[in-house]
T-cell receptor, first 113, second 113 residues
Framework: DAGITQSPRHKVTETGTPVTLRCHQTENHRYMYWYRQDPGHGLRLIHYSYGVKDTDKGEVSDGYSVSRSKTEDFLLTLESATSSQTSVYFC????????????FGQGTRLTVV | GQQVMQIPQYQHVQEGEDFTTYCNSSTTLSNIQWYKQRPGGHPVFLIQLVKSGEVKKQKRLTFQFGEAKKNSSLHITATQTTDVGTYFCAGRAGGTSYGKLTFGQGTILTVHP
């Protein structure tokens, strides 16, 4: 498996609290992604990054922010968690043009109560 | 924005039957990828198609990319219980949006022995 680690793996938090999920890679890949997976919706892109400090929104970015200050780390923050953000969150990395397959982390199961 | 639709959402087959899932994009794609996710696991890359009309095979799996580069299909011949899982297509747009990887909703395949 590619060197990609998500933390934490499981988290339960209360509505209204801030939450930060971390994705760490050791592959020096250019692209990093955050997806959420919910039954019936597949994998929906939240935000992605195409370089240090270069990020862009996906299809479900409302309520989420991201930061990438180093190549290896991509942080996803829920500023004020809501129950609708209960989901499984996957981080993925991809080398870039020419070799574009994405490698996924193990996922983070987040429950907002 | 770019949308990738995938059908069917569910497919139940008897072991030995064939299976096909279809993927359609609202925009022309630079390439399309297919992933498999086993129950409880994370998505794993299967293949990438780049050229218009391209057909690739991996043992019992056949992947096609449409002539207009807006649709794709995955066909499994003589399914086995090991084929159980969710199959996703994922498309990349071209140009400055190349980094954005958009997934379809996935097809959940169940194989009855």
């Amino acid at each position: 498996d590619a060197g990609i680690t998500q933390s934490p793996r499981h988290k339960v938090t209360e509505t209204g609290t801030p939450v930060t999920l971390r994705c760490h890679q050791t592959e020096n890949h250019r692209y990093m992604y955050w997806y959420r997976q919910d039954p019936g919706h597949g994998l929906r892109l939240i935000h992605y990054s195409y370089g240090v400090k270069d990020t862009d929104k996906g299809e479900v970015s409302d309520g989420y922010s991201v930061s990438r200050s180093k190549t290896e780390d991509f942080l996803l923050t829920l500023e004020s968690a809501t129950s609708s953000q209960t989901s499984v969150y996957f981080c993925a990395i991809s080398p870039g043009q020419g070799s574009t397959e994405a490698f996924f982390g193990q996922g983070t199961r987040l429950t907002v109560v | 924005g770019q949308q990738v639709m995938q059908i069917p959402q569910y497919q139940h087959v008897q072991e030995g039957e064939d299976f096909t899932t279809y993927c359609n994009s609202s925009t022309t794609l630079s390439n399309i990828q297919w992933y498999k996710q086993r129950p409880g696991g994370h998505p794993v890359f299967l293949i990438q198609l780049v050229k218009s009309g391209e057909v690739k095979k991996q043992k019992r799996l056949t992947f096609q990319f449409g002539e207009a580069k807006k649709n794709s299909s995955l066909h499994i011949t003589a399914t086995q219980t090991t084929d159980v899982g969710t199959y996703f297509c994922a498309g990349r747009a071209g140009g400055t949006s190349y980094g954005k990887l958009t997934f379809g909703q996935g097809t959940i395949l169940t194989v009855h022995p």
